[in-house]
């Protein structure tokens, strides 16, 4: 087809717009998912989102960021956040059209009380895991002189004390206890109050570092990482193991993400989504 297409292009001397346009036409007949039209969503089709890893301070950009981009799908299309994580939980069950958006760790929780599968990881920096670090001023080098002091963690308490679990695992009980967990906005925000004087140390991707590295020098060479957790997996897309219609157009309305809406997915500190291999979801059902 495209052989008569250009040869019809050459006799009538057509612009090469033209056949630009024509190839895309033929693109759509065979199939190419680039040039596909977008999925339509009968009903409502809802995304939830609830990341205790994460401490969003803005919920009204981020919904406004993906309804803007879902609403080029149909008017069928809406996100929502959470910062509750028992509000996020009853309605898990009660939508059959909607998928979550939410941490590997909050997954393992779940996975026991609902019948949920993950079907997409995110991805930053070209990885889908990230390990937790956590980085104290050069003073503190042993994690003992840590006992009752401050640390700066930007997830929810549930998952840092988790995280944390996983650092001091081997030390005294009471010295977990007597930490004091205060909440910020940014990863980047738990560094600098370490800096600050504020926290005596930091609990953040390893990704903060190396952000922290390129933009302030000075600052990321008065910190000393004391320990670091198992890797995990980024933010998890999970659909309800019974998959309607709906849910398979929001699986592929999330997955177009990575190339069309990358300043949303920015937001939750992602460059786009992978499927899971066969080992990632064996590691996630363990």
């Known amino acids: 087809m495209l052989d008569a297409i250009f040869l019809r292009a050459k006799k009538t001397r057509a612009s090469l717009r033209w056949l630009l346009l024509a190839a895309a036409w033929v693109s759509v007949i065979g199939g190419d998912s680039l040039w596909a039209a977008p999925p339509a969503c009968a009903s409502q089709c809802t995304i939830y989102f609830y990341n205790p890893e994460t401490n969003i301070n803005n919920y009204v950009s981020l919904k406004a960021s993906f309804d803007t981009y879902l609403s080029q799908f149909g008017e069928g299309y809406r996100f929502q956040p959470f910062d509750e994580k028992d509000i996020f939980e009853s309605v898990i069950g009660s939508d059959e059209n909607s998928i979550f958006l939410i941490s590997s760790w909050h997954y393992r929780l779940l996975k026991h009380k609902y019948p949920l599968h993950p079907m997409l990881v995110g991805v930053s920096g070209g990885v889908a895991s990230q390990k937790k670090i956590l980085s104290a001023s050069q003073k503190i080098t042993d994690l003992e002189h840590l006992r009752g002091k401050n640390i700066a963690v930007a997830g929810s308490k549930a998952y840092s004390k988790n995280v944390l679990e996983q650092i001091f695992a081997g030390k005294p009980p009471d010295l977990l206890e007597s930490l ?7 990863d980047i925000d738990a560094l600098m109050a370490v800096g600050y004087g504020m926290a005596a140390a930091a609990l953040t991707t390893e990704k903060s570092l190396d952000d922290l590295r390129a933009i302030n020098r000075k600052q990321y060479d008065l ?6 957790s198992r890797a995990s ?18 699986l592929d309305v ?20 992978k499927r899971l291999t066969a080992s990632e979801q064996q590691v996630l059902e363990q």
């Open 180 to 186: 004091r967990l205060i909440l910020v906005p940014k």
């Open 223 to 228: 910190l000393e990482p004391l320990g670091a």
């Open 233 to 250: 997996l980024l933010t998890l897309v999970v659909t309800p193991h019974q998959r309607t219609p709906a849910v398979d157009a929001l």
């Open 254 to 273: 999330v997955d177009r993400m990575q190339g069309a809406s990358g300043d949303t997915l920015h937001m939750l500190g992602l460059d786009g989504w």
